[in-house]
């Protein structure tokens, strides 16, 4: 059985996009595949930027701090291309984009460390505590979790700073059982997004306007042409994001990518994008001879129609 995290810790692997201005909302409604333009000051949103091809380069939690000023919390280690390359699209639109992340603290909360109203909400719901946006996240195998984002001088609330630290690699193993996948370096331009479950988790508005790659993630939901899904397994070595998944029968040809990973406490888990079919046989890491993988439930059902 896994240990039930409890606690607080500093995500040193997240960054912040801050978008601001009076054309923010409008500007990064034509950018991220959900809907930001009806977003309520206070609220968050999970989201993916995609290129014209419907790939993912990078995923975000998006808060709406005012009207007009958004963070969007992504992997540090795609935050700076990232920025690059939404900058191309602002034009004359009056929405600054910058690097915010020194002037934003980023927390994981888990278990009682997240406040007791935050815990009945809905994931991507917020509660406000003073200046802090708490976020909630999935839970991982029945256990609590957030996100606090805060400006970087703000005090901590007394609850959250007597809580225990938790450990980075246990952070990161609540992340996979969470079941929602962070985009990194290595699997920029993979995944349309239902290949990692966005549809199912509430990471993509199929009623909003256009947006990069709309036309490829619109097809893929409703002409049943998607082939893939994410899954959450175990394996007995360590698997590297990127690295590919074989089923025993077939070493020719990959049916499935590691997405994220972590160690657990009786080996470790990925979350892996993988041809829906190849879900009902044995499967195995880095070939069809390598470490034998073991498919675990996620926390959430996959939604069949939106």
């Given at each position: 059985m896994t240990q039930a995290i409890q606690g607080h810790l500093s995500l040193q692997h997240l960054g912040v996009i801050r978008a601001e201005g009076d054309d923010a909302a409008s500007f990064l409604q034509g950018q991220l595949s959900h809907d930001v333009q009806l977003?309520?000051?206070?609220?968050?949103?999970l989201a993916a930027f995609l290129s014209a091809k419907?790939?993912?380069q990078a995923s975000f939690v998006v808060i709406k701090r005012s009207a007009g000023e958004f963070w969007l919390i992504t992997s540090r280690d795609v935050l700076p291309a990232t920025l690059k390359?939404?900058?191309m699209f602002v034009m004359r639109a009056k929405c600054k984009l910058?690097?915010?992340t020194d002037a934003v603290q980023l927390l994981g909360l888990a278990g009682d460390a997240v406040p007791a109203e935050a815990r009945s909400l809905a994931p991507?719901?917020?509660l406000a505590l003073g200046d802090a946006s708490v976020v909630r996240l999935y839970a991982a195998e029945g256990e609590s979790r957030a996100l606090l984002a805060a400006p970087a001088a703000s005090a901590l609330p007394a609850q959250i700073s007597a809580s225990p630290a938790i450990a980075p690699e246990a952070w990161h193993l609540s992340a996979v059982q969470a079941g929602v996948a962070l985009i990194t370096t290595p699997v920029v331009d993979a995944f349309v997004p239902q290949m990692l479950n966005f549809?199912?988790?509430d990471g993509?508005?199929?009623k909003k306007g256009c947006y990069p790659g709309q036309e490829v993630v619109a097809r893929s939901q409703f002409r049943g042409t998607l082939k893939r899904r994410m899954y959450r397994l175990s394996a007995a070595e360590q698997p590297q994001v990127g690295q590919e998944v074989f089923a025993a029968s077939d070493d020719s040809q990959p049916v499935g990518t590691v997405v994220q990973a972590a160690a657990s406490a009786s080996g470790f888990e990925a979350l892996v994008s993988m041809q829906i079919a190849a879900a009902s046989e044995p499967l195995h890491l880095g070939s069809s001879t390598g470490a034998a993988l073991q498919i675990l439930a996620l926390p959430y059902a996959l939604k069949e129609d939106i």
């Open positions: 977003l309520p000051v206070g609220q968050a949103r419907g790939r993912m390359r939404l900058s910058s690097d915010a991507w719901q917020v549809e199912s988790v993509v508005s199929f």
